[in-house]
C-alpha cells in the first residue's frame, strides 16, 4: 500500500471538495433531500476518485464495506460541500471517507452524513 499512497500523491490529492447545490430534482414534495440522490451523489464522486487514482492498469478495486451515518436532512436551495479523502486501512484496504456538511455563512457546518467506503485495492 505504501507503494500505492506514493503513487496516489504524485497523481493529485488525497482529499477533495465539491460544492453541491440542490435543485427542485433533488428533494422530495416536502423540499427535503431524498436519500437516493445524497446516495447518487457519494457513489458518483467515489466512482471519480477511484477512476483517478488508476494511473495504469495495475490495479483494481472491490468495496468490501459502505458505513452511513445520517446526522440531519438538507432542503431545497441550500448548498453542501462535499470533502472525500483516502484513508489506508491495514495493507491491503484503503477507505474513502466522504463527509457531507451544510455551510451557512457566519455559522458552524453542520455535517449532513457521512459515508466509509472499505475498498481492497489491489494489484491485477
Same mark, same amino acid.
Given at each position: 500500500?505504501?507503494?500505492?499512497?506514493?503513487?496516489?500523491?504524485?497523481?493529485?490529492?488525497?482529499?477533495?471538495?465539491?460544492?453541491?447545490s440542490?435543485?427542485?430534482?433533488?428533494?422530495? &414534495?416536502?423540499?427535503?433531500?431524498?436519500?437516493?440522490?445524497?446516495m447518487?451523489?457519494?457513489?458518483?464522486?467515489?466512482?471519480?476518485r477511484?477512476?483517478?487514482l488508476?494511473?495504469?492498469?495495475?490495479?483494481?478495486? &472491490?468495496?468490501?464495506?459502505?458505513?452511513?451515518?445520517?446526522?440531519?436532512?438538507?432542503?431545497?436551495?441550500?448548498?453542501l460541500?462535499?470533502? &472525500?479523502?483516502?484513508?489506508?486501512?491495514?495493507?491491503?484496504?484503503?477507505?474513502?471517507?466522504?463527509?457531507?456538511?451544510?455551510?451557512?455563512?457566519?455559522?458552524?457546518?453542520?455535517?449532513?452524513?457521512?459515508?466509509?467506503?472499505?475498498?481492497?485495492?489491489?494489484?491485477?
Amino acid at each position: 500500500m505504501k507503494n500505492f499512497f506514493s503513487s496516489v500523491k504524485k497523481q493529485g490529492p488525497l482529499k477533495s471538495r465539491m460544492q453541491l447545490s440542490i435543485d427542485k430534482d433533488m428533494v422530495d &414534495s416536502q423540499g427535503m433531500l431524498t436519500l437516493w440522490n445524497l446516495m447518487d451523489t457519494m457513489n458518483s464522486i467515489k466512482e471519480n476518485r477511484i477512476q483517478s487514482l488508476f494511473i495504469n492498469d495495475r490495479y483494481e478495486e &472491490s468495496v468490501k464495506n459502505i458505513d452511513l451515518k445520517l446526522y440531519r436532512n438538507a432542503a431545497l436551495g441550500e448548498d453542501l460541500l462535499v470533502e &472525500s479523502n483516502f484513508a489506508p486501512n491495514g495493507k491491503r484496504q484503503v477507505d474513502l471517507k466522504v463527509y457531507v456538511s451544510k455551510r451557512i455563512k457566519g455559522e458552524p457546518a453542520r455535517r449532513v452524513c457521512k459515508a466509509v467506503y472499505t475498498l481492497t485495492i489491489k494489484p491485477k
